[in-house]
């Protein structure tokens, strides 16, 4: 075996030793470290381990070979197993020869070129050693981080690790899999801006041509890149055939813009916007906007759009803004834009900045409300605050715990009649004191409540004033009954007791009502408004939602609650039944009328698992009287996975079910999965929502299709079907979104997972 000598080897700035280097298998899976795993813990059964390039310091040269010659001039010539690294790259081959002067050679056979995240293999490179530019021919490549691999005629690098493919093909899928690729005439990889760009595309589908287009691009890590996003179809009977054509626009690392245009044969063309500005103190920006010129089924210009900012929750001082706007009510049921507003039927705008300490938090907020349905009546529309101030404060003491909160407004709302409220102002407040006294065995809490009241409103001409504190006293109390079993599991039997009084210094004004329902509302509303859901509710010191109103009650809320606590500290099951008994009569109501019952509903609730996968949940509330049922639901889940669960729902309301919902996942094998979902009314025997999809994922591939019928939740009556499908290239792109995002909407329980490998 010949070596260089050590004075010619610190000349030429190398060191030879002899080595024995294996080689790879030509262009076979093990050749581009891809390694065959068949655990089954991969879905492409095996995964790219690349080693790590091991350079040299600075631009030395680390050379080794079986034989090393110098031919005395200026060319260094290194046979069998020849191996060479400067930096972060390596070289490998049967045969290397360079100039010392330059740097420029030649590698014949088993070429092996490495940089990180990057191998290329060939028959034949000219190579500079020094500047680390190649030129490969009859090459195969991988980028190991995304997966991506491809052939070519040549392949050349740059100096500054940009790579140039001329007549390539190139597929995110696993060694020996042609599923899919890409055939172009020029493939650049630029690793420095994480971007991969095409000329002269085709996309080939088991090597037939199926698309054509001029350019294309596609990402090589995560970072975001500029570029067509893949198109999107779906069928519907609202919009007919749709197509959505997004560009992505990354205008800088903390801004970025998606400019959408969709094209819809039964309406038109709807040009969409959804731009992102994140602030130095890590405040996001975000403006959502989409523009229909001529609706050719309304036949009238119609647009949508939504801006917020919203700061990081995690500061001392938190600033929020909301801006909503519309053209009508039926907007988002119509078209499924990608605004998300809070109320179809009357938007809000508002800003506002909340300021907090360990103990407690202020602020203040200003909003107008903007009625877009007609359908709205006065005494429905919500009242704007102009502005309000807020603050809560709470202290917890090592005798006495205190809370206080409360709001001072200014309301106002545009209405057309002089019958309802147009404006007006109130404060409000809720103060508690309590003196929390427990032990291993129950607890004991007195308390004192206040609540002082000041508003006043103008109807038409006419001005009401309330002025009132109510005054309130609670006992709190609960014992704990605990017993082991024989297997460790912990039970556990609860009983709770709350003694409850308030009593006004007045009666208010039923006129002055800005944010707690009006009396003169329907008595389904008065009825919905005041019901008792949950064992939770029972205990509450005001029920009575908003800052309007604080009812008149002397009670006794009573509960009984057993649990069951397994030895790993899981709970198996939870049942707890509750009622309120009346000491007195009511007489500050939501309605304006007294209450004159003896009791309140009879409240159950209980949850099981019953098995590790097996969950039941029920919840029960009857009416007064206690014989009734008055709301209802009862709910089973069995879930094994994310991808496989069912979900069964009814509920009932006023001794009749009125919605029954099912939704089904189940993973089959593991490539496909079966979705479906659906929310049906028996007492109307209509749908109000549907969906039945498939999805399938493969090595380098998925696909989803999906059929959806939803009902227009404004009127209650029409509905829409709509087919939507969805086909994404691994490592490429994702050809329609519409099918994962309506299964998020319709699915409950549905996410769409991330890419499998």
Known sequence: MNHLTLTRCLALGLVATSASIAHGDGQSAAATDWVIDTSGTYLCQGYYSPPLVEGSVGDDLNAEAENTDYDGSDRVILTGNAFITRNDFQLEADRVSFLNSTGDGDADGNVKIRRPNTLLIGDTASVNVRTNAFDLKNSSFVTHQNRLR???????????????????????????????????????LNQSSGRGWANDVIVRVKEIPVFYTPALGFPLDDRRLTGFLFPSYSLGSTSGTEIVTPFYWNLAPNYDLLIQPRFMTARGTAIGLHGRYLFEDF???????????????????????????????????????????????????????????????????????????????????????????????????????????????????????????????????????????????????????????????????????????????????????????????SLDSSLNFEKFGSNGALYELIPRAKLLIREPSKNPSDQVRFD???????????????????????????????????????????????????????????????????LQDRGVTLSGNADTTDQG???????????????????????????????????????????????????????????????????IGQDWRFLAGTQWEPNTEQRVNQVVGIEYESCCWRAAVVHAYERDQVTSTNGGHSVKLQVELKGLGVLGRGASSIMERLLEGYELSEARY
Not at 160 to 179: E, H, L, Y
Not at 556 to 567: C, E, F, K, P
């Open 150 to 188: 491809g052939e070519s005629d040549f392949a050349i690098g740059a100096p500054n690790g940009d790579i140039r493919v001329v007549n390539g093909t190139i597929t995110f899928c696993a060694p020996g899999v042609n599923s899919w690729d890409l055939q172009a005439d020029q493939i650049y």
């Open 283 to 473: 405040s996001l920006f975000e403006a959502k906007t989409e523009q229909l010129p001529d609706d050719k089924v309304t036949g009238t210009d119609r647009h949508i759009s939504q801006l917020t900012l919203a700061s990081d929750p995690s500061k001392a001082v938190i600033w929020n803004m909301t801006y909503e706007d519309a053209s009508d009510g039926t907007y988002q049921d119509d078209l499924n834009n990608f605004a998300d507003l809070s109320d179809k039927q009357q938007l809000t705008s508002s800003i506002g900045a909340t300021v907090r300490g360990d103990t407690w938090s202020a602020g203040w907020i200003a909003d107008r409300v903007d009625v877009v349905d007609s359908t709205v009546t006065d005494s429905n529309t919500k009242f704007s605050r102009q502005p309000q101030l807020y603050w809560s404060w709470s202290d917890y003491g090592d005798v006495f715990n205190t809370y206080i909160n409360g709001d001072i407004t200014e309301f106002t709302r545009d209405i057309s009649s002089n019958s309802s409220a147009s404006e007006g102002r109130r404060f409000y407040s809720d103060i508690k004191t309590e003196i929390p006294f427990s032990a291993s065995y129950g607890s004991v809490t007195p308390a004192i409540l206040a609540f002082p009241r000041w508003g006043e409103s103008k109807v038409g001409t006419d001005t009401f004033e309330n002025s009132y504190v109510t005054y309130g006293a």
């Open 516 to 582: 707690t329902i009006a009396t003169t509302a329907d008595a389904d509303d008065i009825a919905e408004a005041q019901r008792i859901d949950t064992a939770s509710e029972l205990f509450l010191d005001n029920p009575i939602s908003g800052g309007d109103l604080v009812g008149d009650t002397r009670e006794i809320a009573l509960s009984l609650t057993s649990r069951g606590v397994n030895a790993n500290g899981i709970e198996t099951y939870r049942v707890t039944a509750g009622r309120t008994i009346f």
């Open 601 to 667: 509903p009879l409240v159950i609730e209980s949850t099981a698992r019953l098995a590790e996968s097996l969950h039941w949940n029920t919840r029960f509330s009857s009416v007064a009287d206690g014989e009734t049922m008055d709301t209802a639901t009862n709910e089973v889940k069995y879930k094994t996975s994310e991808t496989d669960y069912v979900t069964q729902r009814i509920v009932w309301d006023n001794d009749a079910a009125t919605r029954t919902d099912l939704y089904i996942s189940n993973q």
